[in-house]
């Protein structure tokens, strides 16, 4: 059995915040898993963080070798800069999008990822599948609510 998954991943937000969604295409041997959510009110790092989340999430076994593409340099950076650790370390304190980077934190480690940051609308089949499926979900008529985006937006006051 290959223990190889490929992910790609986008997030979308009409306005920032404003409606916003998220598309996931998983490849795995002769597999494949397309996956998409809208809310809303978000905002585009909330999606494109959540996109690799439900990517990471939806993995059925853990242990696996999983390449995430991304044109998300928000996410990307945070996991190859360090960046996670340190806030982490603090508890995340005064940290936009905490709710997900917790959650992000409790799955990556289950596996062995590598993330590989491509740019986005740059005719990229898989990363123009995923902006699809985000922006679609971003319009479409039974929009989600993003507890976490609202919550830090109420106790912190600020547009996130």
């Known amino acids: 059995m290959d223990n190889q998954v490929t992910i ?77 650790y340190s806030w982490m370390r603090k508890g995340f304190a005064r940290k936009k999008n905490a709710d997900l980077w917790r959650r992000f934190m409790r799955v990556f480690g289950r596996h062995d990822v590598r993330f590989i940051w491509i740019k986005g609308h740059n005719n990229n089949i898989e990363n123009e599948r995923c902006d699809l499926l985000a922006t679609t979900a971003a319009r479409s008529e039974n929009l989600l609510e993003d507890i976490g985006y609202k919550s830090e937006e109420a106790v912190s006051g600020l547009s996130l």
């Open 8 to 84: 790609y991943t986008d997030g979308s937000s009409l306005g920032n915040p404003g409606p916003g969604g998220f598309g996931v295409v998983l490849l795995a041997g002769p597999h494949r898993r397309e996956i998409s959510e809208g809310y809303r009110l978000t905002t585009n790092n909330r999606m494109e963080l959540l996109a690799v989340i439900t990517g990471l999430e939806a993995l059925k076994r853990d242990g696996l070798r999983v390449t995430i593409y991304s044109d998300s340099k928000y996410v990307i950076d945070s996991v190859q800069k360090g960046w996670i």
